[in-house]
């Protein structure tokens, strides 16, 4: 009789144990890199293609996010930024998310922030929302674009605990 209230025992903490929750893992880290479109061609003065410059620098910066878990690829309704995120979206499987170019950084990086928890996401912008786009997802001075500038690279990390960090490389 002694061996079967033990036997019972055991069974019912080894149920119970199994019934005990894990600490939830932390969401993976969330990157997102916000870039300018490539350089333009003189095709069309209010929608420009790429150049061959910029197309090139579209491949380059895809092939940098290879390895990447890309979840998202944001450009805005212009071809140039259409054409820079196409490599690096169509090299994930993704679609093209579009967003309004007029729209305020500070509510583009709400919705960014809303809609994304974890892995790689792309933001093709312009040299006047770029930068804003940077400093509204970092909540942190990012200082303006010239008009020349097509090679700088913004991340802006966010940890598990929220904390976030901003870096700047550029695409040589």
Same mark, same amino acid.
């Given at each position: 009789?002694?061996?079967?209230?033990?036997?019972? /025992?055991?069974? =019912?903490?080894? $149920?119970?144990?199994?019934?005990?929750?894990?600490? *939830? &893992?932390?969401? #993976?880290? +969330?990157?997102?890199?916000?870039?300018?479109?490539?350089?333009?061609?003189?095709?069309?003065?209010?929608?420009?293609?790429?150049?061959?410059?910029?197309?090139?620098?579209?491949?380059?910066?895809?092939?940098?996010?290879?390895?990447?878990?890309?979840?998202?690829?944001?450009?805005?309704?212009?071809?140039?930024?259409?054409?820079?995120?196409?490599?690096?979206?169509? /090299?994930?499987? =993704?679609?093209? $998310?579009?967003?309004?170019?007029?729209?305020?950084? *500070? &509510?583009?990086? #709400?919705? +960014?922030?809303?809609?994304?928890?974890?892995?790689?996401?792309?933001?093709?912008?312009?040299?006047?929302?770029?930068?804003?786009?940077?400093?509204?997802?970092?909540?942190?001075?990012?200082?303006?674009?010239?008009?020349?500038?097509?090679?700088?690279?913004?991340?802006?990390?966010?940890?598990?605990?929220?904390?976030?960090?901003?870096?700047?490389?550029?695409?040589?």
């Amino acid at each position: 009789m002694r061996s079967t209230a033990c036997t019972a /025992a055991i069974a =019912l903490s080894l $149920a119970l144990g199994g019934c005990a929750t894990r600490p *939830a &893992e932390p969401p #993976a880290p +969330l990157t997102y890199v916000i870039v300018r479109h490539g350089e333009k061609s003189g095709d069309d003065p209010r929608d420009p293609s790429l150049s061959q410059a910029g197309h090139a620098r579209a491949g380059r910066l895809a092939a940098s996010l290879g390895a990447a878990p890309l979840r998202a690829v944001y450009a805005t309704e212009y071809r140039r930024t259409q054409q820079t995120g196409e490599p690096a979206a169509r /090299a994930h499987g =993704l679609t093209i $998310a579009r967003y309004e170019a007029k729209q305020a950084a *500070a &509510e583009f990086a #709400a919705t +960014l922030r809303r809609d994304h928890r974890d892995g790689t996401v792309l933001v093709v912008g312009h040299s006047n929302t770029a930068p804003a786009i940077a400093a509204a997802l970092c909540a942190c001075e990012v200082a303006p674009m010239p008009e020349t500038e097509f090679d700088r690279r913004m991340l802006v990390r966010i940890d598990a605990h929220g904390r976030t960090s901003f870096e700047q490389t550029r695409d040589r």
